[in-house]
Nanobody
Framework: QLQASGGGLVQPGGSLRLSCAASGSIFSINAMGWYRQAPGKQRELVAAITSGGSTNYADSVKGRFTISRDNAKNTVYLQMNSLKPEDTAVYYC???????????????WGQGTQVTVSS
């Protein structure tokens, strides 16, 4: 239902762009976001964007990461610049989707994509 891509190995200071596309019988998509989980740590919110385009970011990524969405493609992006070793983690997309014929919205998780920042 959610297909994430774009992870990989990058040197400190480099950039990556993550994508996450939702598929299936979608009536509407509300909030979309990215979380990450480093080894031995809890999953944390990195960035989120509402259907209206309002965004919020974790303090650790402000000024370096940008979240955006393409509603026509049901896709959310995370542009990551000036990457640091501490950004190394598995990144998960998360979206709040209302399916066709269903009255309530539900959260869906992508499969996770590994981002490794290392020289």
């Amino acid at each position: 239902q959610l297909q994430a891509s774009g992870g990989g190995l990058v040197q400190p200071g480099g950039s990556l762009r993550l994508s996450c596309a939702a598929s299936g019988s979608i009536f509407s998509i509300n909030a979309m976001g990215w979380y990450r989980q480093a080894p031995g740590k809890q999953r944390e919110l990195v960035a989120a964007i509402t259907s209206g385009g309002s965004t919020n970011y974790a303090d650790s990524v402000k000024g370096r990461f940008t979240i955006s969405r393409d509603n026509a493609k049901n896709t959310v992006y995370l542009q990551m610049n000036s990457l640091k070793p501490e950004d190394t983690a598995v990144y998960y997309c998360n979206t709040l989707i209302q399916r066709v014929g269903v009255l309530v919205s539900e959260y869906y998780w992508g499969q996770g994509t590994q981002v490794t920042v290392s020289s």
